[in-house]
């Protein structure tokens, strides 16, 4: 059955506010699952990890239920492939450190113009390290999405590593990923890649997708400030750990350095039984296809959840991109052909006539419309774009607690702020 709007935002506590919450791509609302997770957890079973006392006990079967359900999430092959952090950044500088141990002077990887600066910098400063050549791959001004022969020639000076982004959280574009991936691992190049603007918007399947790693971000997905890192087994077994010498070297507490955010990982596996509690709900017309493909018991609430959520915002994003293109002297920056919608999530970066974007935002926080301003760390993109200089570009981002009847309040704020 389709989304029922009224029931799913009864699950979202901040929804309660007069406002409206287009600021999505920055961090969403929390689902109540996640946040009752992390209330119990806090005054049922607030422990240090290992002890042989009851509140310890209960606390690592909580963080082990987690990892499990992370695995179910990304459908990865074991709960072992999960590594928990404090964010997708940190956690990308961290094994960026590990990777790059590998690497040796003269090599070369690839990074892209279209990716969120977590998912480049630490690439940079590590190849800087170890004298690598960094190879950069252009997108589209156009359009906003990567060229493709670039890419191409990239890889074919056979890399050691290529760090793509699945969704770019600027522009909103979905990139290929299947496709990039095939012609990294035909080149003998491994594949990071860096989930946290997608996963909020469509399944995600690393087995499928064949990927080396991949991160994201809970609190992008209804969930707390947490990333989660999935990675091949065999590499992260194969792979050097910086840590401490007491901490165990299996997996995946091998990359957990120090003492985790217990709450904070209780609340992902509550942002998970959200996920799970809208499967179940809405996602049946679309079971049959996935049980096809092999998921079962939670994987496949998961994906049905994602499959149905995708098919909703399919018609936010119609109604947004309608909606920004009706407002005289707006721009919008990226992918704005309806035919071809599927390739972006429902994330546009716009400019509205010479006004500047901090303005815009202001402008439209006064009517109770959040909205993001600025580069939000994608400085390639607003520096490609040349905006960055000019206070980069307005972003408005949906996800499927949104309604249409927002979209329309956001079209005539807009409309209001251009004739001003």
């Known amino acids: 059955m389709p989304l029922d709007l009224s029931l799913v935002r009864s699950q979202f506590p901040g929804l309660d506010k007069p406002v409206i919450y287009f600021d999505n791509p920055g961090g969403t609302q929390i689902a109540r699952p996640s946040l009752d997770r992390i209330n119990r957890y806090l005054l049922e079973c607030n422990a240090n990890h290992g002890g042989v006392f009851p509140t310890s006990m209960a ?15 990304y459908n990865a092959a074991s709960p072992e492939e999960i590594i928990f952090g404090n964010n997708m950044t940190t956690l990308t ?37 170890k004298g690598v050549h960094v190879l950069w791959v252009d997108f589209d001004i156009e359009d906003g999405t990567l060229k493709m022969d670039e890419m191409q020639r990239a890889l074919e000076r056979q890399p050691r590593l290529l760090a793509v982004g699945y969704a770019s959280n600027a522009l909103g574009t979905i990139n290929p990923l299947p496709q990039i991936i095939k012609m990294a691992h035909a080149a003998g190049t491994l594949v990071y890649v860096d989930a946290v603007q997608y996963a909020a918007h469509g399944p995600i399947d690393v087995q499928q997708l064949d990927c080396d790693f991949l991160v994201s971000s809970s609190y992008k997905y209804f969930g707390p400030h947490c990333g989660i890192l999935y990675g091949k087994r065999a590499l992260l077994e194969a792979l050097f750990a910086y840590k401490v010498r007491p901490a165990s070297n299996a997996l995946p507490h091998k990359f957990e350095t120090g003492t985790q955010n ?27 296809g996935l049980v096809e ?20 915002e399919y018609e936010l994003n119609r109604a947004l991109l309608d909606a920004l293109q009706s407002v005289p002297g707006l721009h919008i920056y990226g992918i704005t052909d309806p035919r071809k919608l599927e390739q972006r999530v429902a994330t546009f970066s716009f400019r ?35 905006l960055e200089d000019k206070g980069g570009m307005v972003r408005v981002g949906a996800v499927h607690y949104n309604t249409v009847d927002e979209v329309e309040r956001l079209r005539q704020a807009l409309m209001q702020i251009s004739q001003e």
């Open 262 to 288: 217990h709450e904070g990982i209780a609340g992902v596996l509550g942002a998970i039984e959200y996920f799970e509690w809208l499967g179940h709900e809405f996602g049946d017309e679309h079971s049959e």
């Open 293 to 312: 493909e092999g998921y079962r018991g939670r994987r496949l609430e998961l994906k049905k959840a994602l499959t149905a959520l995708r098919a909703y």
């Open 59 to 73: 606390s690592d079967a909580i963080l082990d239920e987690a990892h499990r359900a992370m695995a179910d999430f």
């Open 352 to 386: 509205l006539n010479n006004l500047h974007p901090r303005h815009v935002a202001e402008k439209l926080a006064e009517q109770g419309i959040y909205v993001w301003d600025g580069n939000y760390y994608a400085i390639h993109v607003t520096e490609r774009l040349g």
């Open 93 to 129: 500088l961290h094994i960026s450190r590990s990777i790059a141990r590998t690497w040796k002077e003269g090599d070369s990887i690839v990074v892209t113009r279209l990716d969120h600066d977590a998912n480049v910098t630490p690439w940079v400063l590590a190849a800087q390290e």
